[in-house]
């Protein structure tokens, strides 16, 4: 399985702290994206970082992403209780596809 | 995301019955995927499609089969349901083009007793 791999698998902050998170990944990629999910929800798209990128801001999100390392990490400074949720990286790896490979989530609790 | 509804949102069935799961979308977008998502394992593709005539199967199609009967329309069926297809289903949207977002619907709980 390509499945990529996160870590941590579960975090647990306080409001205000910062959140960092990581996406490991095996094979060479198009581009990858972070999505979140709330419980019972589905999952909706946060960041898209392109193979050529290495740094990409969006409100208090910031995605970093070294090819040569196969990684990425997703920093949400200011953390509220509204981003309890699951993280998920995905990679695209290329063709006409826009096939995705989902990582395995972290699970991030933020208390108030 | 709203445009993209997918019904039931919770079934309960029995090992052997065929299931349908239905997705519809407004987004007006001709990719369209299925996906199961299992406690630690993420999200899985089942098949996907690129337009009415287009279906692929993905990782894990086996035990499962579906049709895209619109543009807007995508189902997934299980022929005979089997209890280790007890989880969580999510259909999802994207547009043509390279670095296209998926767009997801809320999801479809199936339980398979």
């Known amino acids: 399985s390509q499945q990529g791999e996160e870590d941590p698998q579960a975090l647990s902050i306080q409001e205000g702290e910062n959140a960092t998170m990581n996406c490991s990944y095996k094979?060479?990629?198009?581009?990858l994206q972070w999505y979140r999910q709330n419980s019972g929800r589905g999952l909706v798209h946060l960041i898209l970082?392109?193979?050529?990128?290495r740094e990409k801001h969006s409100g208090r999100l910031r995605v970093t992403l070294d090819t040569s390392k196969k990684s990425s990490s997703l920093l949400i400074t200011a953390s509220r209780a509204a981003d309890t949720a699951s993280y998920f990286c995905?990679?695209?790896?290329?063709?006409?596809?826009?096939?995705?490979?989902f990582g395995t989530g972290t699970l991030l609790a933020v208390q108030p | 995301d709203a445009d993209v509804t997918q019904t039931p949102r919770n079934r309960i069935t029995k090992t052997g019955k065929r299931i349908m799961l239905e997705c519809s979308q407004t987004?007006?977008?001709?990719?369209m995927y299925w996906y199961r998502q299992d406690p630690g394992l993420g999200l899985r593709l089942i098949y996907y499609?690129?337009?009415?005539?287009?279906?692929n199967k993905g990782e894990i199609s086996d035990g499962y089969s579906v049709s895209r009967q619109a543009q807007a329309k995508f189902s997934l069926s299980l022929e005979s349901a089997i209890p280790n297809q007890t989880a969580l289903y999510f259909c999802?949207?994207?547009?043509?083009?390279?670095?296209?977002?998926?767009?997801f619907g809320d999801g479809t709980r199936l339980s398979i007793l």
């Open positions: 999802a949207t994207s547009d043509w083009g390279t670095d296209q977002p998926q767009h």
């Open positions: 094979t060479s990629i198009n581009n």
């Open positions: 970082i392109r193979s050529n990128e």
């Open positions: 995905a990679t695209d790896h290329g063709g006409a596809t826009n096939k995705l490979i």
């Open positions: 987004k007006g977008h001709d990719r």
């Open positions: 499609s690129f337009d009415v005539k287009d279906i």
